[in-house]
């Protein structure tokens, strides 16, 4: 067996360029836009990707210029309903091009992360939507060495390359807050996402600037843990019941544990909002049909999944992208319910 005929293992874009004696980035053009190469360059590459085994099956496709019309949706749980409308959108939008949807639930296991690689590096896709907030990546790879046109949805991923689509979540949860406020409440509380989330580092801050602007120390705040599950707003609502001087209001970062501590505090015998009020975000379907009825904020999911899904096509047909339109953040709508309300006994003293 020749050298050029073993197999190898793990190899890098890095390795690729070394081989072919371009940079990466152009080893990355000829693997996904190879027509802005010359011919010389892109057989130098194509060269180098044969011989070194790098992602054979999309490396082939792409200096083919053959396409499969499929986008590959990384979602970070299928069982969360927000995703319903934003792959609607996604859905929608690809339709009117022509494109195929293939969706790929990690379901909150970073290992599954591997298989997404596997998906791209076999050629079945021609871009990726990223819903979960991070590149998939798996033993140092990561799915940006492997030349795939990507877009991100929902959860910027700080420092990408791509273009991407998201909400003002900052100035929503200051939103938040002013609406409490108005109504005359100085204790709140937060309800959290999960460390780490880009979400609940943008709410976190928005409600910290929410009671900034209102004067109110953010030591004087309770916060309470969370993972964006109807599970945690239930644990919560235990932690805010044992609580021996109750905050008269609550803004969750997201509706799911706005609606598992609104039925869990209501269950122990509070009143919503005379006792306390709650604030979710998302606008998901279930916040419709809780009683009291969820003041949230309603995110343009639809809008999300079709402007994300416009910018993909945009990318894998070689379109340049404006740097106006490469990272949008959309406005959200606050839908004022019967979740809210003055505190009881009136407002409160600064």
Known sequence: MSEDDRP???????????????????????????????????ARVADAVRRTGYTPNVAARSLRGRRTM?????????????FADVLQGIDDELSRHGYGLLIGNLARVRA??????????AGQVDGVILLN???????GRTLTELGIPLVAICEAIPGAAFPQVEVRNREAAQAAVQHL?????????????PDG???????????????AHAGIAVSAASFLAGDFSFRAGTDAAAAFLAMADRPTALFAANDEMAIGFLKAVRDA?????????????????????????????????????????????????????????ACQRLPVELLVR?????????????
């Open 8 to 42: 190898r293992q793990s190899v890098g874009i890095a390795e690729v360029a070394a081989l072919a004696g371009v940079s990466t980035a152009t080893v990355s053009r000829a693997l996904s836009n190879p027509e802005k190469l010359r011919a010389p360059t892109l």
């Open 70 to 82: 499929v986008v590959l949706v990384v979602v970070p749980d299928i069982g969360n309903p927000f």
């Open 112 to 121: 599954k992360e591997a298989e997404i690689l596997e998906i791209v590096q």
């Open 133 to 139: 907030g991070r590149v998939p990546e798996d033993r």
């Open 181 to 193: 406020v108005s109504l005359g409440h100085r204790r709140i509380a937060y309800l959290a996402g």
């Open 197 to 211: 989330n880009i979400l609940e580092r943008d709410r976190r801050a928005g409600f910290c600037a929410g009671l």
């Open 269 to 325: 015998g509070l009143r919503i909002p005379g006792d306390v009020s709650i604030v979710g975000f998302d606008g998901i379907a279930f916040a419709d049909y809780v009683d009291p009825v969820l003041t949230t904020f309603r995110q343009p999911r639809h809008a999300l999944g079709v402007t994300g899904a416009g910018l993909l096509v945009k990318v894998m047909n070689g379109t340049p992208v404006a740097p106006e339109e």
């Open 338 to 350: 019967a979740s809210s309300g003055p505190p009881r006994g009136g407002r409160q003293p600064p």
